[in-house]
């Protein structure tokens, strides 16, 4: 049965737009891919411990 | 009014922490607008050592000693030799549950007569430190501080209450080494040391000689020379091997010419007792400094022979510096 569209001219008779945003998307995407790095979160337990000595408060100290 | 900002005092660096934040030795932290210390009674190592291995060459010598760690340092030496548990949070390291109590109960278990706080820096577990060595004392133990001596004066009188030897690792006779090298300063070492022989606490110095940073001849004898006029010719000296490790594997091992030159600056400016360490069988022994002959033979963290009779040489009866009892 003949195909109705020749799949090896897809990309060949797509608009000038669509293959340029298909370029962008794959310069994009590889790009990324050699960019992006997993952010490694690693869970820390419950922070848990004695009060220690040797520390005062700073009342007016703000962020 | 309450902004939950604390102010640490333990240490000359002073950090001031919001909430949630961590001391620059990492394991103090700000919660709730109150400093917890994460490492009470959670040692990261527990061994039993020679007393020689700390080095305290004129300590008990020939005994075993008790000793623990835990994670963290409040100095951030690029050699470091211990990087591996001073370098890390306590959350990297695998820790034990030992209150000072237990530190006490497994010392004396074991047949050691002394506890060592040491291999990281005891300074930064400060009151695991300090409570250890109370419980130890009553219980008639001695206590010896492995340390670089980076802490504030009043913590610092506090823990030598409870102290009775030290080893105080004096990094180099320079600020400059001491600020680009280890993040710390060399005044503040010095007054640990001036504190220390005040307070009665027995001190042994370490110095490791760093190949290209910290050899210079003359500094060397700048140390010895500071040594002799504060603490007097009898301070036990150790110059010890540096071992490529940490941030500074680009240098080679300390070549034994130049501890080898160090030890003999600083018997030129007067010192009486200097050991070369990391290089096994040279300059272990003991001498005394009036007739010259062997009093303590090591080979490696081993006695050999200890001729001292009651802390005195047995040919000429000087009184040699040291706790031997």
């Known amino acids: 049965m003949k195909r109705k569209t ?3 001219k897809l990309v060949e ?9 298909f370029g962008i998307f794959a310069a994009l995407a590889t790009a990324a891919a050699f960019l992006w790095k997993p952010k490694i979160t690693r869970k820390k337990p419950e922070v848990s411990g004695a009060v220690a000595d040797h520390w005062e408060p700073l009342p007016h100290k703000k962020g | 009014v309450n902004t939950g900002w604390v102010k640490c005092t333990l240490c000359p660096k002073e950090c001031e922490l919001g909430p949630g934040e961590r001391g620059n030795c990492r394991v103090r932290v700000n919660i709730d607008g109150k400093l917890l210390t994460l490492v009470y009674g959670k040692p990261c190592a527990v061994h039993i050592d020679p007393i020689e291995k700390k080095p305290m060459f004129h300590f008990l010598p020939g005994t075993s000693i008790f000793s623990i760690a835990t994670a963290g340092c409040n100095l951030h030496c690029k050699f470091c030799q211990n990087w591996d548990i001073s370098q890390k949070e306590p959350e990297d390291t695998e820790n034990g549950d030992l209150p000072p109590e237990k530190v006490v109960q497994a010392a004396r278990d074991s047949g050691c007569n002394s506890i060592a706080y040491t291999y990281s820096e005891p300074m930064i577990f400060f009151e695991y430190t300090r409570d250890a060595s109370s419980i130890a004392r009553q219980a008639g133990l001695k206590n010896i501080l492995v340390t670089a001596g980076y802490i504030s004066e009043k913590p610092l009188r506090e823990l030598c209450k409870v102290t009775d030897g030290a080893n105080l690792d004096i990094k180099a006779f320079s600020d400059d080494y001491y600020r680009n090298v280890c993040d710390g300063d060399l005044a503040t070492v010095l007054k ?6 005040e307070e009665g606490v027995f001190l042994e110095i370490t110095n490791l000689i760093v190949p290209t940073l910290n050899d210079d001849p003359g500094m060397i004898r700048e140390l ?7 603490g007097g010719p009898d301070v036990p000296l150790h110059f010890s091997r540096f071992f490529p490790m940490y941030l500074m594997r680009n240098l080679y091992p300390t070549p034994q010419k130049t501890l080898e030159t160090a030890r003999d600056i600083a018997k030129e400016e007067g010192l009486h ?4 360490g990391n290089v096994p069988g040279v300059d272990e022994d003991t001498n005394c400094p009036q ?3 062997v009093l303590i033979s090591r080979i490696g963290y081993s006695v050999t022979a200890n001729k001292l009779v009651n802390g005195h040489c047995p040919n000429c009866n000087a009184v040699i510096a040291g706790v031997w009892k």
């Open chain 2, 224 to 230: 010895c020379r500071w040594l002799v006029k504060n």
């Open chain 2, 291 to 293: 007739c010259g002959i």
């Open chain 2, 273 to 276: 007792f200097v050991y070369v």
């Open chain 1, 13 to 21: 008779n797509a608009p000038k737009w669509t293959r340029r945003g």
């Open chain 2, 192 to 197: 640990t040391f001036e504190v220390m022989k």
């Open chain 1, 6 to 8: 020749d799949k090896n």
